[in-house]
Nanobody
Framework: QVQLVESGGGLVQAGGSLRLSCAAS????????MAWFRQAPGKEREFVAA????????YYVDSIQGRFIISRDNAKNTVYLQMNSLKPEDTAVYYC???????????????????WGRGTQVTVSS
């Protein structure tokens, strides 16, 4: 069983920065590919970024490329999302997800991940 707890969300002005954290329980966290998704009101949950179990590979949705950075610290069982140059369209609930089966499903699909956090709200004002 894996529990994921996100933190670090809040209200920020456009152009500002936030750093989200996702703390995971479980001794095998370091084996899991991890990802961040987000969901804005009235919209479907969308992929934001993913990172391999080792941290050696990262993937991003085009809309945040160059602004967000995903990273992980396996010693701390934590994955991060550094968000810079935030825009009002980044406003959403951000969710952390874990793939405990290390499936071969495409990394941007929600079905790849079997554990999810409850989310943290990010609001960017114009």
């Amino acid at each position: 069983q894996v529990q994921l707890v996100e933190s670090g969300g809040g209200l920020v002005q456009a152009g500002g920065s936030l750093r989200l954290s996702c703390a995971a329980s479980g001794r095998t966290f370091s084996l899991y590919p991890m990802a961040w998704f987000r969901q804005a009101p009235g919209k479907e949950r969308e992929f934001v970024a993913a990172i391999s179990w080792s941290g050696g590979s990262t993937y991003y949705v085009d809309s945040i490329q160059g602004r967000f950075i995903i990273s992980r610290d396996n010693a701390k069982n934590t994955v991060y999302l550094q968000m810079n140059s935030l825009k009002p369209e980044d406003t959403a609930v951000y969710y952390c997800a874990a793939d405990s089966h290390r499936s071969t499903t495409y990394y941007a699909r929600t079905g790849k991940y079997d554990y999810w956090g409850r989310g943290t709200q990010v609001t960017v004002s114009s």
